[in-house]
């Protein structure tokens, strides 16, 4: 079973940059497509990121698009999410999830298709 713990989150100003972090356990980690959600006081949770286990593939949600960048280290069994230009709306718990090998079939920005979740990491934006 992986295992995932984030870091980087902490208070930033509405402008500004944040990296977080997710480190994995396990030695499947490479075929493994990754994503981050996250979830702001009183609100359901929403996904924000995904990439393949190859980086070959990203996918973002709307809202972080031309923002976000999710990137991924094989070797460091760790994947990112830089973030750039960050809003007072983006302020949430922001939460790793690890998947299966995505196979080019399912969404993977639903949810149910991962199989692993980290803690979170909190990520308030001040305007």
């Known amino acids: 079973q992986v295992q995932l713990v984030e870091s980087g989150g902490g208070l930033v100003q509405a402008g500004g940059s944040l990296r977080l972090s997710c480190a994995a356990s396990?030695?499947?980690?490479?075929?493994?497509?990754m994503g981050w959600f996250r979830q702001a006081s009183g609100k359901e949770r929403e996904f924000v990121a995904a990439i393949t286990g190859s980086g070959g593939t990203t996918n973002y949600a709307d809202s972080v698009k031309g923002r976000f960048t999710i990137s991924r280290d094989n070797v460091k069994n760790t994947v990112y999410l830089q973030m750039n230009s960050l809003k007072p709306e983006d302020t949430a718990v922001y939460y790793c999830?690890?998947?299966?090998?995505?196979?080019?079939?399912?969404?993977?920005?639903?949810?149910?298709?991962?199989?692993?979740w980290g803690q979170g990491t909190q990520v308030t934006v001040s305007s």
């Open positions: 999830a690890a998947g299966p090998r995505y196979s080019g079939s399912g969404s993977l920005n639903n949810p149910s298709f991962y199989n692993g």
């Open positions: 396990g030695r499947t980690f490479s075929s493994r497509a």
